[in-house]
């Protein structure tokens, strides 16, 4: 396989830069380590913030609340309050953050095939 049997995606035109390019927008929600964790954990259904905390492991509160409401405005989750005493709120998944699935599970392949090469590269053999 080579670089040039792939077809690049085509966008409409954008700007005069490639730093006008609307895919620095995926570089930027792959660049959010924890946005892509959380999309992956309500991949099955709403969760209440602190089921999502403790599937996810190792995320602090202010990460999480920082997070979610950064989702929220980009449309990826919709946060559902509901009115009980005490209060409780869900996250889930919008269209958007279901789509964004597709290339998180693309890469998860991508890792599951080329993960063990990329680790030995930066840290050597475990073995040795």
């Not at 005069?16 to 992956?40: K, M, Q």
């Not at 905390?53 to 509160?61: E, L, V, W």
Request: proline share 6%.
């Amino acid at each position: 396989m080579t670089v040039e049997s792939f077809a690049p995606v085509r966008f409409a035109e954008y700007g005069g830069h490639e730093s006008d390019c609307p895919a620095r927008l995926a570089v930027d929600i792959f660049g959010n380590s924890w946005l892509t964790v959380i999309v992956y954990t309500l991949r099955e259904g709403p969760m209440r913030p602190v089921e999502l905390r403790r599937a996810i492991g190792g995320i602090s509160q202010k990460m999480l609340t920082q997070t979610l409401r950064r989702m929220q405005r980009m449309g990826l989750l919709e946060r559902r309050r509901y009115a009980e005493s005490p209060p409780r709120v869900e996250y889930s998944l919008t269209s958007a953050g279901i789509d964004l699935l597709n290339p998180i599970f693309a890469l998860g392949e991508w890792t599951d095939r080329h993960g063990d090469a990329v680790r030995t590269a930066l840290y050597g053999d475990p073995e040795d």
